[in-house]
């Protein structure tokens, strides 16, 4: 597959949403903002021959709880609260973010189009979850997380550590 492939994919998609001017800049980012609030990136990566595509979902509070980083944690977790996608912190601006990867070889316009909605449905859901963080109460003393002890001598596994 190649740059061409992607720049008639991103083509065929706008029409599709209705955008028919949808193109990738000559570094092959484009950038798509919906109802003036989330910003989507559609980028090809021609190191991987794919497309990658982004949302920021919003910035984390300053000092999140537990839960907050456990739930995020948890819906990486064969991707079942993240809609497919990855969720992933940006380190310096402590923004997270929510990102797709897809072959370009297993991509349709279709296929991009259902990632693009999933993408969307799922980046406003943790927004909100973020918003709702950020509304929270702070306690005075953040909650420590702590780290169940194992309930199983790894001794009885009859396994070998290598």
């Known amino acids: 597959m190649s740059r061409t492939h992607f720049d008639s994919l991103l083509s065929r998609v706008g029409e599709l949403i209705g955008v028919y001017d949808l193109a990738a800049d000559s570094d092959g980012y484009c950038l798509v903002r919906i109802d003036d609030q989330l910003d989507l990136s559609i980028e090809f990566s021609e190191d991987a021959d794919s ?12 000092l999140p709880s537990p839960g ?10 064969y991707w079942i609260g993240s809609g497919g ?10 923004t997270l973010y929510l990102q797709f990867r897809e072959p370009l070889a297993h991509l349709d316009a279709a296929r991009l189009k259902d990632l693009l909605e999933a993408l969307v449905i799922n980046a406003e859901a943790w927004s909100r979850k973020l918003h709702d963080a950020a509304d929270a109460p702070a306690s005075s003393t953040p909650a420590q997380a702590t780290v169940p002890a194992p309930t199983m001598d790894p001794l009885t596994l009859h396994a070998m550590r290598v």
């Open 68 to 77: 907050l980083l456990a739930e995020i944690l948890g819906a990486n977790y």
């Open 85 to 94: 996608g990855t969720l992933a912190l940006h380190g310096h601006s402590h």
């Open 51 to 62: 497309a990658i595509l982004s949302a920021a979902c919003g910035v984390l509070p300053e």
